[in-house]
């Protein structure tokens, strides 16, 4: 049985309607009137009826709304405010929907990708175009981005980006600085890079540098070459010329790392990055509310101390070795080069070469950006001694007759009154200046090496190993300011490509 409506609930449907659309539904409710599928003529007028009143009544208060202005302005208005706050508050959902997209963009790109490495070096991180055709040619690694670069390191993203980042003030500072003094006086800075930089410089080495060959006149830092093999082609010679390079390692600048690296064929972010990784900024350390900082000073360079620094400059004066050499040649000299010393040599019948060569040399020199040191540029003739890094080769590859006497003076006073008060050169610690020194010898004179050797066991045997004080300089360190370049691969000496400085 159906519910009985209330007496309001019968009136507020009659309002709702009309009184004979309320009959006339009632009386199909209750049965008592029977519609068929078509309707009948008086249900059509009833409801017609009910749509004209209802529209009538909706008119009518419309009509009466508008005929009032303030409520009028006022309904307006609410509606706008409902309308612009359900717009605010769709307009706040969409921007924080925006925002942890973006953020969640920005997180994912930071772990693929590194976006910025500093002031005025991370403009070209989004290239990533290779050269392919060049690293297949010297067999060199490929990496399709910085990550690729990382994997291959065995280091995440964000390791390379500390090590590579380029900080004008910072509170860490990624290599150790200390001086040393140098035979011919004056002090050589050293900048050793910390372990961590030392393990990725090490790998950039051994899967990057060795890779690239080298030129004939190159001797320093290479395997099986040295200062003989460098003073070898000038022993007996009338002439000797040698010309040292003023400041070579920091005139190797980070762009012409960074150019070094993307001529090899690495892109733009690579070489980037790969450039950074390799050179350094002089340090102004200082002190502020007892926090250290570390202020660069002037542009980033080739560290002395930095295991590729050497190979890296080799691969830089790679043309203008081989541009030298030509004109060595044509002048009717020999030509090497040890790192920065560059010595020439050739007989008395073409002594009149001699300033045209040192002309035309330092013309190339200061092409490539390079200085020479004026104040070491000798002209030794055979009256006089003759030395090409440091050995001597008037006649025969030989040690500095009164530099070696000096030393078997030190070694009989040793021998005679101990390791105590002796001293040799300018070394901190006077076992590895006299192991150094005798080695040294036996590279250039086999013999005499030998017996400084025995000599030196005798002391031994005799007096012990002195006692070694600890000092403020890193361990391991030798007269030599940089480390000497490890293996070169064999497949490169062998199947050696010409010209490849012609990439340059």
Not at 6 to 35: N, P
Not at 300 to 307: E, V
Not at 417 to 443: C, P, R, S, T
């Amino acid at each position: 049985m159906s519910e009985q409506l209330s007496k309001q609930q019968i009136y507020d449907r009659i309002r709702a309607t009309s009184k004979d659309s309320y009959i006339l539904e009632e009386m199909q409710r209750l049965g008592f009137w029977q519609s068929g599928s078509e309707p009948t003529l008086s249900e059509i007028l009833i409801n017609q009826e009910v749509r004209i009143e209802k529209e009538l009544n909706e008119l009518l208060a419309q009509d009466r709304k508008f005929s009032n202005r303030e409520a009028m302005i006022l309904e307006m208005r609410k509606a706008r405010m409902k309308l612009a706050k359900e717009k605010r508050v769709e307009t706040k959902l969409n921007q924080e929907k925006k925002r942890i997209e973006k953020a969640e963009n920005w997180k994912l790109l930071q772990e693929q990708q590194i976006l910025y490495l500093g002031e005025s070096v991370s403009k070209g991180l989004n290239i990533k175009e290779t050269n392919s055709d060049i690293l297949q040619k010297y067999n060199l690694p490929v990496f399709e981005d910085a990550l690729a670069l990382a994997k291959s390191m065995q280091i995440d993203l964000k390791a390379l980006q500390y090590l590579a980042y380029n900080r004008k003030v910072s509170k860490i500072n990624h290599y150790h600085t200390f001086e040393l003094e140098k035979k011919s006086g004056g002090k050589r800075k050293i900048s050793a890079p910390k372990p961590k930089l030392k393990e990725i410089q090490n790998w950039i080495l051994e899967n990057i540098l060795h890779k690239i060959p080298f030129t004939d006149e190159a001797h320093g830092f290479i395997k099986e070459r040295s200062i003989v093999t460098n003073a070898k082609p000038h022993v007996n010679k009338d002439i000797v010329v040698n010309i040292d390079l003023k400041d070579f390692f920091p005139t190797v600048t980070y762009k012409r790392v960074k150019g070094l690296f993307h001529k090899i064929g690495y892109s733009e972010e690579l070489a980037t990055i790969l450039g950074l990784l390799c050179t350094y900024s002089e340090i102004n350390e200082t002190t502020l509310d007892g926090v250290t900082y570390y202020v660069q000073s002037g542009e980033r360079k080739l560290p002395q101390g930095s295991p590729a620094s050497p190979a890296i400059s080799n691969m830089i004066v790679y043309k203008m070795d081989k541009k030298i050499n030509g004109l060595a040649k044509k002048l009717n000299f020999s030509y090497t080069r040890y790192a920065d010393d560059m010595s020439f040599s050739t007989t008395e019948e073409n002594a009149q070469n001699v300033s045209k060569l040192l002309f035309y040399t330092k013309k190339i020199i200061e092409s490539e950006g390079f200085v020479i040191h004026p104040d070491k540029v000798h002209v030794m003739r055979k009256g006089m001694q003759q030395k090409v890094t440091g050995v001597v080769v008037n006649t025969k590859l030989n040690i500095d007759r009164i530099q070696l006497r000096k030393f078997r003076a030190v070694l009989h006073n040793i021998e005679k009154n101990g390791w105590k008060d002796q001293q040799w050169g300018k070394a901190i610690h006077l076992i590895n200046a006299v192991e150094g020194y005798i080695n040294y010898v036996f590279m250039v004179n086999p013999e005499k090496g030998i017996v400084l050797k025995e000599k030196l066991k005798t002391i031994i045997n005799k007096h012990g190993l002195p006692h070694i004080e600890k000092t403020n300089v890193p361990e391991k360190v030798t007269e030599i300011p940089v480390p000497v370049v490890a293996e070169i691969k064999e497949v490169l000496t062998e199947n050696k490509p010409e010209n490849w400085w012609n990439i340059f």
